[in-house]
């Protein structure tokens, strides 16, 4: 696939497939992530793959129960009410979620995380999967019981967490705004 065609065609997936990738499948998602420009170079991401069904649920569990309880984010009203909802899983029953993390303060690590992400999710169209960012677990993860969930150390960040499957379905698209540029010329 030409890298325009994945950058087009990439859009956040919400209904997976339960069938998983395989380690070979994620590890080669990974190599495309790390690909990625960092500041010097220094590559301060790591990754941690959760494919572990009870703990996807249990994570997802957790982080509606502490975004409504502690409403850490300014949110739509509406993302609440969702995030309330007993039916509402934040991972959409992926089988996967791979959490790139960073050093605490080190400059520029969510950037690098960003664009680890943006990586990882074009690659993953370009093989035929599908990916989400899961901004709504992030409050949680950051948390000392989020930690010890996904064995992130006190010094590291979670900054980019993506849901990752086989889509079940394609998602509608999603339009965008004119980019507003300014011509300095
Ligand atoms: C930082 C960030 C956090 C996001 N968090 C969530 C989330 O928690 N749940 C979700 O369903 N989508 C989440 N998304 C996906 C966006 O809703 C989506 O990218 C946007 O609506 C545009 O749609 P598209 O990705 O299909 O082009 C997040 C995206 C980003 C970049």
Same mark, same amino acid.
């Given at each position: 696939m030409e890298t325009e065609d994945a950058i087009r065609t990439r859009q956040s997936i919400r209904d997976f497939a339960a069938d998983g990738l395989s380690r070979k499948e994620i590890e080669g998602l990974i190599d495309l992530a790390i690909a990625a420009p960092s500041a010097a170079n220094r590559q301060f991401w790591s990754f941690c793959v959760v494919t572990n069904r009870g703990l996807l649920d249990q994570i997802s569990e957790a982080a509606k129960a502490y975004m409504t309880r502690c409403r850490p984010l300014d949110l739509p009203e509406q993302l609440y009410e969702k995030l309330a909802d007993p039916e509402f899983h934040v991972f959409y029953r992926a089988p996967a979620l791979i959490i790139i993390s960073a050093r605490k303060n080190a400059p520029w690590a969510a950037e690098e995380c960003a664009l680890a992400a943006e990586n990882l999710m074009l690659g993953a169209v370009a093989q035929g999967f599908g990916s989400c960012w899961i901004g709504l677990c992030q409050p949680f993860l950051g948390t000392s019981e989020g930690r010890a969930l996904i064995g992130l150390? $006190? $010094?590291?960040a979670p900054l980019a967490p993506i849901a990752i499957g086989r889509p079940a379905s394609p998602a509608a698209p999603v339009p965008r705004k004119p980019a507003q540029i300014r011509w300095l010329s």
């Open positions: 150390g $006190d $010094d590291e």
